[in-house]
């Protein structure tokens, strides 16, 4: 930092694993000026991302919105007047009175967010409380990761976790569907550590992606397909003898039964003509994986991430993959394993943010990846009347985005945009409210990469009229009448609430479907709100070297790896580990393959966040212009060359794009990166336009990357 600068401590708010650490340099003037990592900070060690490195731009971003807005053009336009912030208010608690008064009842109100921002007061504090409060649909946060915490729970009774920073022990690391070196960067330069001491990196992924090219060894798996990979690869190690037969026998339930049904129904050249792999292939990645202490001088760890999730089988695969480890033994050691999220063990006080005991019984849950299909009024329930979206942009992230569109076009739908972008939602609203800034407002945060807690202060004061999404809900709901004592904590008081120790085993969220197992209250043992609020990262009260499962101690109701789930069979459904499909699968759906034989995978854009930051011009012009990546047998076939136009089309929609033609996918594959905002695209629509709103298996996640097109030249 330069000299005469006052620095302030921060944390990255984005949908991000790895969670960094931030040092703002701010002038005498108040404006920050200069932005780096946390030297300090034991996971990020002083480098940021090149997208978070670029941080000011977007705090500074001339697009900023710097006071609220009321539209005056046709929905779509973003055309709008400026308005005061009492007049707004006034207008949106009329216009939702209104609604909670009519014989549609307050459940025709949908608020719709998600992970703009990942800290807990500024994404889910007195916002659930404001809507709880009016007895409004409950929104079930779906989107990205809830198939394989599903997976996980069926298994493990938790999420699958290690510590991060013990992967530098790791000698055999596994990226399964994750490319690590792009959205998990600080985990993927531990990675490179390891290597440097004799790891062997594999990534299993469809694309090869920058992670892929980077490893030791690239296993390109058709997409879809993990759970049938991880079935052969339990029956290579069973019949091998490579099974850690006392941990086995300690910490499992059901071995016997798995072993049996992955040695009769899961032989090799069975799972290779599944997954599009050689059975020799499956061979050498099975011998390597159970026999990796002995070829490589140490454990493997598995890193899973939402590349094996965002299919119809994706909460099965993810079950599946966690099983490896108990298998080998794995679990016994630091740097082995599997790692998914690490977000479970933060006690956060949840129940005190967001007050779910204010949710009226009977109240409906609608599931945010089915967004199309309640504008459109199709699921069960009063119509949707409101929309009030924040940290979220679903005109361009959501599946079925041409029927999203359509009704977020509707003349009858009230919107209201809480942003600091005119993002494409925002295009669309009735009222738009600006939200301040991560370097504008206090937060605390945990993390899903590592174990770090952190609080965030503000380092600026809120640009022009700009409102941490906390005080826009106070004014709502002081405008409305509602109880003073539900908004009267400031933000400050807020944080340190959430970090109140909850009693050990009691269930302190709002999801029906979460493991009960829970952190002992002893994580926060000696971090008070004192500590953390000058931005310092504290690691949590782990043992320095922790290895969670090295003598069972899963959250599961008999304590153990359950491979046999009486939870599954309870509710009728098969116990054990088993492959489910694609739900577009050209080997199960023949007849939608002959119209659209390609299976299309969209990874977000490595310069954007998701749709995050795809409005920074020096970002979009890394980024360059949406493509396709394809073989060159496919292209050859469709008459296209390498740096072609082509239109990409299924049933649902179709964008255009530049072909990139090679072998980075196999036959028959073909990617697509994501997520640009519809504006700055050639067609005004994104590869969201193809995807379809079916949900996963387990825990009603998005399948995004279950997908049939066609790609065709011109």
């Not at 394989?148 to 976790?161: E, I, K, N, P, S």
């Not at 049938?228 to 099974?243: E, T, W």
């Not at 945990?446 to 106070?474: C, D, M, W």
């Amino acid at each position: 930092m330069s000299l005469g600068l006052k620095t302030v401590k921060a944390v990255c708010p984005h949908d991000c694993p790895d969670t960094c650490g931030l040092v703002v340099g701010v002038d005498p003037a108040g404006r920050a000026v200069e932005l780096r990592g946390d030297r300090d900070h034991p996971f990020t060690r002083g480098f940021l991302c090149q997208k978070v490195a670029r941080y000011l731009d977007r705090v500074y971003h001339p697009t900023r919105l710097t006071h609220p807005l009321r539209r005056v053009g046709p929905k779509g336009e973003g055309r709008f007047e400026r308005v005061s912030w009492a007049d707004a208010v006034r207008e949106i608690a009329a216009r939702l009175q209104s609604i909670v008064d009519s014989p549609d009842g307050p459940q025709a109100i949908l608020p719709y967010s998600y992970a703009g921002t990942m800290g807990k007061i500024q994404g889910s504090s007195l916002d659930r409380r404001f809507f709880h409060r009016l007895g409004a649909s409950l929104l079930d946060r779906t989107i990205c990761a809830t198939a394989g915490a599903a997976g996980c729970d069926v298994t493990l009774g938790t999420r699958a976790v290690t510590d991060p920073l013990a992967t530098v022990h790791s000698r055999y690391i596994v990226n399964w569907g994750s490319n690590t070196s792009v959205t998990n960067t600080h985990l993927w330069s531990l990675m490179v550590q390891a290597k440097k001491h004799g790891a062997k990196v594999v990534t299993i992924d469809p694309h090869r992606s920058r992670t892929a090219a980077r490893s030791d060894w690239w296993i390109a798996i058709r997409p879809g397909t993990d759970a049938a990979l991880a079935l052969g690869v339990m029956h290579v190690l069973f019949r091998d003898g490579l099974q850690d037969q006392d941990y086995l026998d300690r910490y499992t339930v059901g071995a016997a039964e798995l072993r049996e049904r992955v040695m009769n129904e899961h032989p090799l050249e069975k799972v290779a003509k599944i997954t599009g792999l050689s059975v020799e292939t499956i061979e050498q990645f099975a011998g390597e994986y159970g026999r990796s202490r002995q070829l490589f001088g140490g454990p493997a760890l598995i890193r899973l991430n939402y590349g094996m999730q965002r299919h119809g089988g994706g909460g099965m695969a993810v079950r599946t993959v966690t099983c490896l480890p108990a298998i080998t033994g794995d679990w016994r050691y630091p740097g082995g394993g599997a790692l998914l999220s690490t977000s479970k063990m933060y006690p956060f006080d949840t129940a005190y943010l967001e007050r779910p005991d204010l949710i009226p019984p009977g109240t409906r849950t609608i599931n945010m990846v089915q967004l199309a299909e309640a504008l459109a009024g199709e699921l069960p329930g009063p119509p949707v009347k409101a929309l009030v979206v924040y940290n979220a942009n679903p005109a361009a992230v959501n599946p079925d985005q041409a029927k999203v569109i359509r009704g977020l076009k509707r003349d009858d739908l009230f919107t209201v945009v809480i942003e600091q972008f005119p993002t494409d939602t925002a295009d669309y609203a009735d009222i738009v409210l600006p939200a301040t800034s991560q370097l504008e407002h206090w937060d605390v945060h945990s993390s899903y990469g590592h174990l770090q807690v952190q609080a965030n202060p503000p380092a600026i004061a809120p640009l022009a009229e700009a409102k941490p999404n906390t005080e826009a809900f106070r004014l709502l709901a002081a405008e409305m009448g509602l109880e003073p004592e539900l908004f009267a904590e400031s933000d400050e008081e807020l944080c340190s609430g959430a970090m109140r120790n909850v009693e050990r085993g009691i269930r302190n969220d709002t999801r029906p479907d979460q493991s009960a197992f829970r952190t002992p209250d002893s994580a926060f043992q000696g971090i008070s709100w004192d500590r953390l609020r000058t931005g310092e990262p504290v690691r949590l009260n782990l043992p320095e070297t922790w290895t969670p499962f090295a003598e069972g101690n899963f959250g599961t109701p008999s304590g153990k790896c359950e491979f046999y789930s009486a939870r599954e069979a309870a509710a009728g459904r098969d116990p054990l580990p088993h492959y489910v499909p694609p739900h577009e699968d050209p080997q199960t759906k023949p007849e939608l393959a002959a119209k659209f034989p390609l299976q299309m995978v969209t990874p977000p854009n490595p310069s954007f966040l998701n749709s995050t930051f795809a409005n920074i011009e020096s970002l979009r012009a890394s980024a360059g212009e949406p493509v396709v990546e394809m073989h060159p047998a496919d292209a050859g076939n469709r008459g296209i060359a390498d740096g072609d136009r082509v239109r990409v089309f299924n049933d649902r929609g179709s964008f255009r794009a530049r072909a990139v033609v090679g072998e980075t996918v196999s036959p028959g594959v073909v990617v697509s990166f994501g997520i640009w905002w519809n504006k700055f695209t050639v067609d005004g629509v994104n590869c969201n336009t193809t995807t379809s709103t079916a949900l996963t298996d387990l825990g009603g996640g998005a399948t995004f990357f279950d997908n049939l097109v066609e790609v065709a030249a011109g």
